[in-house]
Nanobody, 126 residues
Framework: QVQLVESGGGSVQAGGSLRLSCTQS????????VGWFRQAPGKEREGVAS????????WYSEAVKGRFTISRDNAKNTVYLQMSSLKPEDTAMYYC???????????????????WGQGTQVTVSS
């Protein structure tokens, strides 16, 4: 069973930056879509960014486009989410997720992914 472990969350002031990491315990899904999601209190979980490892194609939600960057280090089997120009509305628990089956278009939908990490908290103060 593949496990995902997130790290890198914390508290930052508006305008600051953070980099989240998500390490996969095994290579089983390493060529499949991976995504970052977030969930604020009282709100539904929403997709933030996704990546197709084979050709490094990326997708972003409109809320973070131009501020967040998803990337992958294949040697470390780790996916990153670089977050810049952070806003208070970015405050949420952030989760990474992996898809069990291969697909070229990595949708930002929770039902699309099969394996989830435990989450890491990001808090942005004004």
């Amino acid at each position: 069973q593949v496990q995902l472990v997130e790290s890198g969350g914390g508290s930052v002031q508006a305008g600051g930056s953070l980099r989240l990491s998500c390490t996969q315990s095994a290579l089983a899904y390493s060529n499949n879509c991976v995504g970052w999601f977030r969930q604020a209190p009282g709100k539904e979980r929403e997709g933030v960014a996704s990546l197709y490892p084979i050709d490094s194609s990326t997708w972003y939600s409109e809320a973070v486009k131009g501020r967040f960057t998803i990337s992958r280090d294949n040697a470390k089997n780790t996916v990153y989410l670089q977050m810049s120009s952070l806003k208070p509305e970015d405050t949420a628990m952030y989760y990474c997720a992996a898809r069990k089956y291969g697909d070229m278009f990595c949708q930002l939908l929770t039902d699309y992914y099969d394996v989830w990490g435990q989450g890491t908290q990001v808090t942005v103060s004004s």
